[in-house]
């Protein structure tokens, strides 16, 4: 088959999405629809009330913000249209929309690899080295980490972008996913993605076993100061804390390892969606739970806020 010209006659995109499965799709509308109303006012209220009490101006609720205006920004780059393609029959996306979508979401999903490392970084700081914590993580450096993480993901994720956009594409233009999701989009391509391919293995490699190894030697680091401590409650709450936080990294870097690190396959299966929806859609819902909302000092600070919203009524 010829290859085609992508700026001109290869305009659009099919996204097949979840189109075989009719009944899946009536049953994902509602459930993830209600999964990123929550997602959205769970995070915007983490934002607000980290900004508006002076309490929270520390590094640990820094990165959470940050965290919070990276789940928005992630699930927003393709919940939206998935939305839209689940009730409707023409589930169709702009060659240049496919582009962006793909570049805003590879760099949002990324800079979480990453910012989950940071933070596992900040909370052993906190745990391990508490005298110093102050002087070692200053706001200079919390700046330093976070638009690293930022900056570099969105670079990389332009280069893989241009590079796959810019391959031949054949006459069939019909993604198998819901969204613009690379691996899917190169599965369309009739020429040699060798190179595509290699600049994704060695982002993946960087973003995935590097942060979780990272992560995890963190949190073991910080399990063994948390068996010292003398206080029974202290240590339950303490352990609390790390299980819930470890159980949302194994999620999201559990089903990203499985879709970015597994042999290559032309060959799509509604798996690949699944375990998509569940990095992409489900955990930007659990961060604000696990990560603050079961936390006293936001509950607390929530409640000042709300208060001094009422009392200036």
């Avoid at 006659?9 to 189109?19: D, I, N, Q, V």
């Avoid at 589930?91 to 949002?108: E, H, P, R």
């Avoid at 706001?139 to 391959?167: F, N, Y």
């Avoid at 198998?176 to 020429?191: D, Y």
């Amino acid at each position: 088959m010829e290859p085609v010209d992508n700026s001109t006659e290869f305009s659009e995109f099919f996204l097949k999405g979840f189109s075989g499965y009719p009944a899946l799709e009536h049953l994902l509308f509602p459930l993830c629809t209600a999964m990123y109303l929550v997602t959205l006012l769970g995070n915007m209220a983490i934002v607000t009330v980290s900004v508006l009490d002076t309490r929270l101006h520390t590094p640990m609720y820094f990165f959470l913000g940050n965290l919070s205006i990276l789940d928005i920004c992630y699930t927003s780059t393709f919940v939206p249209l998935m939305l839209v393609h689940l009730l409707s029959a023409r589930k169709t996306i702009s060659f240049v929309g496919c582009a962006i979508q793909m570049c805003l979401s590879l760099s949002t999903g990324s800079t979480e690899c990453l910012l989950l490392a940071v933070m596992a970084f900040d909370r052993y700081l906190a745990i391990c080295r508490p005298l110093r914590y102050p002087v070692l993580m200053s706001p200079r450096l919390c700046l330093l980490l976070a638009g690293a993480a930022w900056g570099l993901c969105l670079v990389k994720s332009a280069s893989e972008t241009i590079i796959a956009m810019r391959l031949p594409f054949c006459g069939h233009r019909v993604v198998s996913h819901f969204t613009c999701e690379i691996l899917a989009v190169l599965k369309l391509v009739c020429g040699d993605t060798a190179v595509s391919e290699a600049f994704l293995l060695v982002g993946a490699i960087l973003l995935l076993p590097v942060p979780l190894t990272f992560i995890c030697l963190s949190y073991t680091l910080i399990l063994a100061t948390i068996l010292r401590v003398p206080s029974a409650a202290g240590r339950r709450k303490a352990f609390s804390t790390c299980s819930a936080h470890l159980a949302v990294v194994m999620l999201f870097y559990g089903t990203v390892i499985f879709m970015y690190m597994k042999p290559k396959s032309k060959e799509a299966h509604v798996s690949d969606e699944v375990f998509t929806v569940l990095y992409a859609v489900v955990t930007p819902m659990l961060n604000p739970v696990i990560y603050s909302l079961r936390n006293k000092e936001v509950k607390e600070a929530a409640k000042k806020v709300w208060g001094r919203r009422q009392a200036s009524k």
